[in-house]
C-alpha cells in the first residue's frame, strides 16, 4: 500500500519466500478476512489461479500459489524485496528517532535508511532492538501459547478423506465432530498427537493441510529452544503420516509434500504503541475513533502445557466473550521511538487480545493502514503519530478507488 501510494519501499525478509506463517509455515487458512480491502483483493486473485474453498470470512489457500502471488504484487507495485535478510540491529538519532536497520546476509552487514519504518517481523524484532517495551505470553515471559509445525500432505483419492478434513464453509460444530473422527483415525493407528485438536483441511484437489502438533513454553527469540521443538515437530509429523498411511484403505497413498521451513508461533513480543488493545476492550466491543479493523475472531487460547491440553483439550476459551472491537491507529505506533509503526501480531495488546486479533484477515488490515500511514509521514516530513487518520482513510480511500474499487 505504501508503494501504491507512491513511497519507495524495501521489504527485507529473513527467509526465502514473502508471506511469514501463511507461506514459510504453511498455514493456508486466512481467517477474519470479511474486510474491505486488500483482504479482498488477495482472495479474488487467488481465486483466479486455483479453486479457493472458502466462506465469507475464511478461505483456503494453496501456500505455492500464495508465495508467488504476494511476489507479483511487490513486483507491480515497486517494492523492491530483498530475501535472505536479516534486521540484526538499529540506528537511532540524538532525538530517539530510528534512522536505520542494520541487516545481515550473505551480502555482509548493510544498513538501510528510512524516514519511516514498519516492524512487520511478528516477533517485533524491530522495535526490540530499537529498544521499545514489550510484552510476551501471559506474563513477562511466558507462559506462551505453543508452537505448532504445520505439513502439507497428499492423496490420490481424497473423496474418502473429506469426511475427516475441517472446511472453511461449514459451521464450528461441524468441525467439531470432523476432528473428533479425525482424532479416533489417529487413535486407530496408535497415536496421541501433541495437539489436542488434531486438523485435516482441505486445500485444494489432492492437498490437504495438517495441524497435530504443539510444542510447549518456547520463547521465539530462544534459537536452540526453537531448533529444538522445530526438530521434535518434524519427527512427529513424520510419525504420523506413516503411521495414518499405515491404516491402508482411505489413506493409502498418504504422501508428506512438506514440512514448514518456519515453526508457527503464535505467541511473540509485543511492542508497546500508543495505544494498548485489552481484554477489556473486546469484552465491551469498544468502538475507537482511529480504528484500522475490526476483528470478529474469538479469544483463540491454547493450552499452555501437556497437562493442560488434556484435560481442557486444545483451546482455553471457554469463560471470555468478545464482541467485535476496534485496534486503533495508535495500537500500530511505537510509544517508546520515533519513526517506527507496526503490523500484524507485534502491535501493542495484552494477551487476550492477541490471542483474538492475531489472525491473518486482521494483520493484512493493519499492514494496510500503516503502509498508507507510512507512506504519508514519508512523503510529508512527518512522524505517523503527526498523520489525523483521517487523512490515512482518505488516501486508502483515493488509491482503492483509482485501482477500479476493488477494495471496496
Ligand atoms: C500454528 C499457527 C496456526 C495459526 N492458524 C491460523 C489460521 O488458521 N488462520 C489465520 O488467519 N491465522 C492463524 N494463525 C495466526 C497467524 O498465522 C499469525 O498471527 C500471522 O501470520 C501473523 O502475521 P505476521 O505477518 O504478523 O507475522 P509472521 O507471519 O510471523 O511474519 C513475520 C515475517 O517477518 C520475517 N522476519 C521475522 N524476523 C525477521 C527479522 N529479524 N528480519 C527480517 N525478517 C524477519 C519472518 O520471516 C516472516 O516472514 C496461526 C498461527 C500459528 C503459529
Same mark, same amino acid.
Given at each position: 500500500?505504501?508503494?501504491?501510494?507512491?513511497?519507495?519501499?524495501?521489504?527485507?525478509?529473513? =527467509?526465502?519466500?514473502?508471506?511469514?506463517?501463511?507461506?514459510?509455515?504453511?498455514?493456508?487458512?486466512?481467517?477474519?478476512?470479511?474486510?474491505?480491502?486488500?483482504?479482498?483483493?488477495?482472495?479474488?486473485?487467488?481465486?483466479?489461479?486455483? *479453486?479457493?474453498?472458502?466462506?465469507?470470512?475464511?478461505?483456503?489457500?494453496?501456500?505455492?500459489?500464495? !508465495?508467488?502471488?504476494?511476489?507479483?504484487?511487490?513486483?507491480?507495485?515497486?517494492?523492491?524485496?530483498?530475501?535472505?535478510?536479516? +534486521?540484526?540491529?538499529?540506528?537511532?538519532?540524538?532525538?530517539?528517532?530510528?534512522?536505520?536497520?542494520?541487516?545481515?546476509? !550473505?551480502?555482509?552487514?548493510?544498513?538501510?535508511?528510512?524516514?519511516?519504518?514498519?516492524?512487520?517481523?511478528?516477533?517485533?524484532?524491530?522495535?526490540? /532492538?530499537?529498544?521499545?517495551?514489550?510484552?510476551?505470553?501471559?506474563?513477562?515471559?511466558?507462559?506462551?501459547?505453543?508452537?505448532? $509445525?504445520?505439513?502439507?500432505?497428499?492423496?490420490?483419492?481424497?473423496?474418502? /478423506?473429506?469426511? @475427516?478434513?475441517?472446511?472453511?464453509?461449514?459451521?464450528?460444530?461441524?468441525?467439531?465432530?470432523?476432528?473428533?473422527? @479425525?482424532?479416533?483415525?489417529?487413535?486407530?493407528?496408535?497415536?496421541?498427537?501433541?495437539?489436542?485438536?488434531?486438523?485435516?483441511?482441505?486445500?485444494?484437489?489432492? $492437498? @490437504?493441510?495438517?495441524?497435530?502438533?504443539?510444542?510447549?513454553?518456547?520463547?521465539? &527469540?530462544?534459537?536452540?529452544?526453537?531448533?529444538?521443538?522445530?526438530?521434535?515437530?518434524?519427527?512427529?509429523?513424520?510419525? %504420523?503420516?506413516?503411521?495414518?498411511?499405515?491404516?491402508?484403505? =482411505?489413506?493409502?497413498?498418504?504422501?508428506? +509434500?512438506?514440512?514448514?521451513?518456519?515453526?508457527?508461533?503464535?505467541?511473540?513480543?509485543?511492542?508497546?504503541?500508543? &495505544?494498548? +488493545?485489552?481484554?477489556?476492550?473486546?469484552?465491551?466491543?469498544?468502538?475507537?475513533?482511529?480504528?484500522?479493523?475490526? *476483528?470478529?475472531?474469538?479469544?483463540?487460547?491454547?493450552?499452555?502445557?501437556?497437562?493442560?491440553?488434556?484435560?481442557?483439550?486444545?483451546? /482455553?476459551?471457554?469463560?471470555?466473550?468478545?464482541?467485535? &472491537?476496534?485496534?486503533?491507529?495508535?495500537?500500530?505506533?511505537?510509544?517508546?521511538?520515533?519513526?517506527?509503526?507496526?503490523?500484524?501480531?507485534?502491535?501493542?495488546?495484552? @494477551? %487476550?487480545? =492477541?490471542?483474538? &486479533?492475531?489472525?491473518?484477515?486482521?494483520?493484512?488490515?493493519?499492514?494496510?493502514?500503516?503502509?498508507?500511514?507510512?507512506? /504519508?509521514?514519508?512523503?510529508?516530513?512527518?512522524?505517523?503519530?503527526?498523520?489525523?487518520?483521517?487523512?490515512?482513510?482518505?488516501?486508502?480511500?483515493?488509491?482503492?478507488?483509482?485501482?477500479?474499487?476493488?477494495?471496496?
Amino acid at each position: 500500500m505504501a508503494a501504491r501510494a507512491g513511497s519507495r519501499v524495501r521489504l527485507l525478509e529473513v =527467509h526465502g519466500c514473502l508471506g511469514g506463517v501463511w507461506t514459510a509455515g504453511l498455514l493456508s487458512l486466512v481467517l477474519d478476512m470479511d474486510k474491505p480491502g486488500f483482504n479482498q483483493e488477495l482472495k479474488r486473485r487467488l481465486a483466479e489461479r486455483a *479453486p479457493l474453498h472458502s466462506s465469507t470470512r475464511n478461505y483456503f489457500y494453496d501456500p505455492e500459489e500464495m !508465495k508467488l502471488l504476494l511476489e507479483e504484487l511487490c513486483v507491480q507495485a515497486g517494492v523492491k524485496v530483498q530475501l535472505f535478510t536479516r +534486521v540484526v540491529a538499529v540506528q537511532k538519532d540524538g532525538f530517539n528517532r530510528l534512522t536505520a536497520v542494520i541487516t545481515e546476509s !550473505k551480502a555482509g552487514r548493510e544498513a538501510w535508511r528510512a524516514r519511516v519504518f514498519i516492524d512487520a517481523t511478528g516477533d517485533g524484532d524491530v522495535g526490540a /532492538l530499537a529498544g521499545c517495551r514489550w510484552e510476551v505470553g501471559q506474563a513477562e515471559a511466558c507462559p506462551c501459547q505453543p508452537m505448532t $509445525l504445520m505439513a502439507m500432505v497428499a492423496i490420490p483419492n481424497p473423496a474418502e /478423506l473429506r469426511k @475427516f478434513a475441517t472446511s472453511s464453509d461449514k459451521n464450528s460444530s461441524w468441525q467439531t465432530v470432523t476432528r473428533d473422527e @479425525f482424532r479416533s483415525e489417529l487413535g486407530r493407528a496408535g497415536i496421541e498427537p501433541s495437539y489436542g485438536l488434531p486438523s485435516l483441511f482441505h486445500v485444494r484437489e489432492r $492437498l @490437504f493441510n495438517l495441524m497435530i502438533n504443539h510444542e510447549y513454553a518456547i520463547l521465539p &527469540y530462544d534459537a536452540d529452544a526453537v531448533t529444538q521443538a522445530t526438530m521434535r515437530a518434524r519427527a512427529e509429523v513424520h510419525r %504420523v503420516v506413516r503411521g495414518l498411511r499405515s491404516l491402508g484403505g =482411505h489413506w493409502d497413498g498418504l504422501q508428506l +509434500v512438506a514440512t514448514a521451513e518456519q515453526i508457527g508461533i503464535r505467541d511473540g513480543r509485543r511492542i508497546r504503541g500508543r &495505544y494498548r +488493545v485489552t481484554r477489556e476492550d473486546l469484552v465491551a466491543g469498544r468502538r475507537l475513533p482511529d480504528a484500522v479493523t475490526r *476483528p470478529t475472531f474469538p479469544v483463540d487460547i491454547h493450552a499452555a502445557t501437556p497437562e493442560e491440553n488434556r484435560i481442557a483439550g486444545a483451546t /482455553l476459551n471457554k469463560d471470555i466473550t468478545m464482541k467485535p &472491537y476496534d485496534i486503533p491507529l495508535r495500537a500500530l505506533i511505537a510509544a517508546d521511538v520515533d519513526g517506527l509503526m507496526m503490523a500484524g501480531r507485534c502491535i501493542s495488546g495484552d @494477551f %487476550v487480545a =492477541h490471542a483474538s &486479533y492475531r489472525v491473518t484477515g486482521n494483520a493484512v488490515a493493519m499492514g494496510e493502514a500503516a503502509g498508507v500511514v507510512a507512506a /504519508l509521514a514519508a512523503t510529508s516530513g512527518r512522524l505517523p503519530q503527526e498523520i489525523p487518520w483521517e487523512e490515512g482513510v482518505s488516501l486508502r480511500s483515493k488509491l482503492w478507488s483509482s485501482a477500479g474499487g476493488a477494495g471496496g
